[in-house]
Nanobody
């Protein structure tokens, strides 16, 4: 079994910054692409940013230039540095990963989500 646990969410004023972390644990052989998704109330879950095992990153247009995704493969960790936050960034942020397990299966996993609220 594989678990993804997010941390770092909270309440921040517009223009502020937050850093989200995602830790993967369990029966992990290798982690392929990882990503951050977000879901605002009444809306669908959308991709915010993704990063390959080699470090290639992609961003949604709405966060380009403000958010930075990174990962530490040795620690099975992924991060999202969020700067210049806007009220429209308010959402539950989810960690996602494609994982090859010790049993040889490749599955997609999700974290439980962490709330980010941008408000004055």
């Amino acid at each position: 079994q594989v678990q993804l646990v997010e941390s770092g969410g909270g309440l921040v004023q517009p223009g502020g910054s937050l850093r989200l972390s995602c830790e993967a644990s369990g029966s992990i052989f290798s982690i392929y692409t990882m990503g951050w998704y977000r879901q605002a109330p009444g809306k669908q879950r959308d991709l915010v940013a993704s990063i390959s095992s080699g470090g290639s990153a992609n961003y949604a247009d709405s966060v380009k230039g403000r958010f930075t995704i990174s990962r530490d493969n040795a620690k099975n960790m992924m991060y999202l540095q969020m700067n210049s936050l806007k009220p429209e960034d308010t959402a539950v942020y989810y960690c996602n990963a494609m994982v090859s397990t010790l049993r040889g299966a490749v599955n997609e996993y999700w974290g439980q989500g962490t709330q980010v609220t941008v408000s004055s």
